[in-house]
């Protein structure tokens, strides 16, 4: 059964990619960014607590949606906030790392089932980064904003 939510997950995961970059084209790849870092954050929380087959099934295409759009999301944003020149580079280290964070998600996950018996502790701590993720994007939002109008203030001024 494990393999067949993993499939589903990831059939899903493809129309995530897909759908998120289309979200990118009209809203915005940080805004695209924060709704499917959002969904995969709250997400998260529910596998422990899903009990059967059918919940796990439709809770893994839902987090397959998310899940996916959040690197395809993270790709965009790395490519939209770096310089020109740097833009192989960027994305290559915004991959890296958020391998590098699955990788110990995945180990956590097992830490936290050998120590408890269950998964309860480590879907909660994968939603906790995704909190301190939906922070930065905020916070990072909030910067971005703040640029553009004072370069829109700039522009105001030069003009008059």
């Known amino acids: 059964e494990a393999a067949g939510l993993l499939t589903v997950m990831m059939i899903f995961g493809v129309a995530g ?25 709250a997400l998260a929380l529910w596998f422990p607590h899903v009990h059967t087959l059918a919940g796990l099934y ?43 964070g699955m990788a110990l998600g995945a180990w956590q996950g097992g830490l936290f089932y050998d120590l408890n018996g269950d998964y309860v502790q480590a879907f909660l701590n ?11 994007l905020g916070l990072l939002y909030l910067y971005t904003v703040r640029w553009a109008g ?7 001024t030069a003009i008059a």
């Open 126 to 136: 994968s939603s906790i980064a995704g909190a301190i993720n939906l922070l930065i």
């Open 58 to 100: 439709a809770l893994a295409a839902l987090f397959g949606l998310g899940y996916a759009g959040v690197m395809t999301a993270l790709i965009l944003c790395a490519r939209e906030f770096s310089p020109p020149h740097n833009t192989g580079l960027s994305i290559g280290l915004v991959a890296f790392f958020g391998w590098i």
């Open 150 to 156: 004072r370069g829109a203030l700039r522009e105001s």
């Open 17 to 41: 990619r897909i759908a998120t970059g289309r979200v990118a084209d009209r809203i915005g790849n940080l805004r695209a960014y924060v709704i499917v870092s959002l969904a995969q954050t």
